[in-house]
């Protein structure tokens, strides 16, 4: 098993995309909830474990749980969220941004693989998608050719099949 990193990066900060997903987030609830970073350079802080029974009951009552369950989903698996988690000393924050615990080694430890995972994939670069090749046209001798534009334009295929 590998070991959690020990050299703190400092806080891990929150980009323009970060604040967006935040934004989707905040915008399904009654009201804004402190612990999603505002602008960016606010600090990402990792949720406390349980956090969606919070989160849940603040949802707007024409919204549906399914948007606020991708809403979530997709800050919580962003690559600046799990860079937070991955920290030596990571803290688990409450509704309104408190520190309340520390994140295990093994929750740290598994947002520096999904990290880690995250930026292979990012570096690797996209293998040039090859398109299917069409079997080439039968070869028609000059006398078919000229029958063929004789008839107007009929396939090709079916004079050489009969």
């Not at 919204?63 to 860079?83: E, N, P």
């Amino acid at each position: 098993m590998e070991e959690p990193w020990t050299t703190n990066r400092g806080p891990i900060v929150a980009t323009a995309l970060d604040v967006k997903k935040a934004e989707a987030i905040n915008s399904l609830l009654v009201h804004a909830i402190d612990i999603l970073p505002s602008k960016p350079g606010d600090i990402i802080r990792p949720f406390a474990l349980g956090l969606w029974n919070e989160i849940r009951p603040l949802l707007k009552p024409d919204m549906s749980v399914m948007s606020l369950r991708r809403a979530t989903s997709s800050f919580l698996h962003s690559k600046q969220y799990y860079f937070a988690c991955a920290q030596p000393d990571s803290m688990r924050h409450d509704i309104a941004g408190n520190p309340i615990e520390q994140l295990s080694d093994e929750d740290r430890l598994a947002a520096q693989k999904r990290l880690t995972a995250l930026r292979q994939v990012q570096a690797k670069p996209a293998a040039p998608v090859a398109e299917p090749k069409s079997p080439p046209p039968p070869a028609l001798n000059k006398a078919e050719l000229i029958r063929a534009s004789l008839l107007g334009g009929r396939k090709l295929s079916d004079r050489v099949a009969r």
